[in-house]
């Protein structure tokens, strides 16, 4: 495993394929909230002889130390965008699962020269269509979530008021971590994908629930090259899995067109 230090933040990455082969796109993949570079080794061995690889670790997961402060996904692609620009890296294929999608959005809206396309599977930087009953729902549960933070003082019952609040995501964080995941969930990356120029393709499982297809119809709508793929059956993370082999078949075509 290997590190650079970009913005005073510490990423971990691993490399593979064709390493030598400078006729080949280098393909740079970014994992989803939670997981690391392991998640993508079965797609990366199937398409190991098309390109050059990079599996990225973000800070704070993987084999990467946490970041210095709650970093946006703005700040994430400044720094990798940087890193590629010390280390004259060609343009690459951005190839992203949820959450490496929302930094892969602002690296391609902030660093166009780096992208020379883009996949996001089940990808995430949307927000979700909800009915109004559901929206007032959150609006009541959040402010009374905050109210309850700083009224009860710190002690077992005030762990148990963020436990039955917060998602499994949330309770699964601390420190900077949890500062950062309220930040990326409370974005919303329409303008930014409004900017994105390169070609992208976009994979969504029908039964996602966590990133629905309709996010991925959305991103359609706003990215002016996309191709849109659902797949049947598959939610948010058997499509790395089960889906896999429709995933790979994608990708394999996607890198004939650009």
């Given amino acids: 495993m290997q590190k650079f230090i970009s913005?005073?933040?510490t990423f971990a990455y691993t490399t593979g394929g064709k390493e030598d082969d400078t006729s080949l796109p280098v393909i740079?993949?970014?994992h989803g909230w939670g997981l690391s570079h392991k998640n993508f080794k079965p797609?990366?061995?199937s398409l190991e002889q098309h390109?050059?690889?990079i599996a990225l670790d973000f800070p704070g997961f993987g084999e990467a130390p946490e970041p210095p402060e709650e970093w946006d996904t703005s700040q994430h692609a400044d720094a990798i965008a940087a890193w590629m620009k010390e280390t004259n890296m060609p343009p690459v294929i951005w190839v992203g699962h949820s959450y490496g999608c929302r930094i892969g959005t602002q690296l391609a809206a902030r660093h166009s020269e780096c992208v020379r396309g883009m996949v996001y599977i089940a990808g995430a930087g949307l927000k979700k269509h909800r009915p109004l009953c559901h929206r007032l729902y959150l609006y009541l549960r959040v402010?009374?979530?905050k109210i309850l933070r700083h009224l009860v003082p710190e002690g077992s019952l005030k762990q148990k008021i963020i436990k039955f609040f917060g998602s499994a995501d949330y309770n699964h964080t601390s420190g900077v971590m949890r500062k950062l995941f309220v930040r990326v969930v409370n974005e919303d990356l329409v303008e930014e994908a409004k900017q994105i120029t390169c070609p992208v393709?976009?994979?969504?499982?029908t039964e996602d629930t966590e990133t629905p297809p309709?996010?991925?119809k959305k991103y359609d709508r706003l990215i002016e090259n996309s191709q849109l793929h659902l797949l049947n059956g598959q939610d948010h993370y058997s499509v790395l899995q089960?889906?896999?082999h429709q995933v790979i078949k994608i990708i394999s075509e996607f890198l004939k067109e650009v």
């Avoid at 393709?201 to 499982?205: D, E, T, V």
Wanted: hydrophobic share 50%; proline share 0%; charged share 10%.
């Fill in 214 to 216: 309709s996010i991925g």
């Fill in 201 to 205: 393709a976009l994979i969504y499982g």
């Fill in 7 to 9: 913005h005073n933040a």
């Fill in 51 to 53: 390109a050059k690889h």
């Fill in 242 to 244: 089960s889906g896999r």
């Fill in 28 to 30: 740079v993949w970014a």
């Fill in 143 to 145: 402010h009374l979530f």
């Fill in 43 to 45: 797609l990366i061995s």
